[in-house]
């Protein structure tokens, strides 16, 4: 990308790499219903595994270039490949037990509720008043939307659904919490001065490596057929390895909240495609939940007014990114 094109189209373009990035995540649990008899570990195990072995394998001189600094934050690469394998055998089982737009909607849509905790218990980030706000608005929206999909599914097939749906919900939880900790890990080997390339393809390789045995025992549905194999081969190559380059490239232009905000735009794009390729069947109050859980993201990840010192001047560096992203520095009033 041409850094010389001045400010505002290098801005344009890395918002429009996290949007295409959102866009393509937002088809991964679609992709999956195209391939029934292929099981959700062996979904998530192809693509994620493949995908970060790729990232890896894109990243290698890099990662080459700053292994000694990889090796000296070896227990904080070693959590975040550890969640890159749970998450995408927690989220692709969610979404197959609780449907496309639950599963969806209750992975993604708690992630960043789970990284300010995180960011609370780890880094002694005080959690602020808007915060709170967002976590009623997002705890609400997900029980309005659970609420609605257990319904529907007790008038469909009675009881066994409904204990399917909750268990769905319980790991889109368990998905949330392993996403919300491999973005912290990659954070923190990022602001530990390792660059961007090299960390993801540090985490994500790493990841996919223990994936891989995951893979080798559950894949086999995915070479019994052109159809399933070619649902795997896009599962890899497009939502986690274009998808994540997409990503790191708008990173490079846009701020870190500027990029949560649009990346928003996945879980609504995988309800609208749940509704219109799979032919789920949202109540209104589903998709009442879904707009609670935006709003909630929106309002949690919205820049705020700069807070002035008492001088009058706009408050810069650490506390002026901290305020945007809702979170008080410690000590902060």
């Given amino acids: 990308m041409n850094r010389a094109a001045g400010p505002g189209r290098t801005t344009g373009t890395g918002a429009l790499c996290v949007l295409a990035a959102s866009v393509l995540w937002g088809t991964t649990g679609t992709a999956a219903t195209l391939a029934p008899a292929v099981g959700p570990l062996a979904i998530g195990a192809v693509a994620m595994g493949m995908g970060g072995l790729l990232q890896a394998l894109f ?24 969640s ?41 980030r005080r959690l602020t008043r808007r915060w709170g ?33 909750l268990l769905g919900v319980a790991l889109g939880l368990v998905a949330a919490a392993t996403y919300a900790l ?30 891989l045995p995951v893979l080798a025992v559950t894949g086999a549905p995915l070479l019994g057929s052109w159809s399933n194999a070619a649902v795997g081969v896009y599962m890899a190559l497009v939502p986690m390895f274009i998808g994540y380059v997409l990503f790191g490239w708008g990173l490079a232009h846009v701020p870190a909240s500027t990029a949560t905000t649009l990346s928003l735009l996945e879980p609504a794009v995988a309800a609208v495609l749940a509704v219109v390729v799979v032919g789920e069947r949202l109540p209104a109050a589903g998709w009442a939940g879904i707009a609670l859980v935006i709003v909630c993201l929106a309002v949690l990840t919205a820049p705020a ?22 979170l008080a520095r410690p000590g902060a009033p």
């Fill in 182 to 211: 491999y973005s912290w890990a990659a954070h923190r080997l990022i602001t530990g001065q390792i660059p961007s390339r090299a960390a993801m393809g540090a985490v994500f390789g790493l990841g996919g490596l223990f994936l």
């Fill in 59 to 82: 990243a290698a001189p890099r990662i080459a270039r700053h292994a000694a600094r990889l090796r000296e934050r070896r227990g904080t690469v070693l959590l975040g490949a550890v």
């Fill in 84 to 124: 890159v394998a749970v998450y995408p055998l927690a989220f692709y089982s969610s979404m197959r037990l609780a449907g496309v737009a639950v599963g969806t909607v209750v992975s993604i849509g708690t992630a960043p509720l789970a990284s300010a905790l995180i960011e609370r218990a780890v880094d002694g």
């Fill in 133 to 165: 706000s967002a976590a009623a608005l997002g705890m609400l929206g997900t029980i309005l939307l659970c609420a609605a999909e257990a319904a529907h599914a007790t008038g469909d097939t009675g009881q066994a659904s409904v204990a399917a749906t």
């Fill in 305 to 326: 007014r700069r807070p002035r010192r008492r001088s009058g001047e706009p408050v810069t560096g650490p506390d002026a990114r901290d305020a945007q992203a809702g």
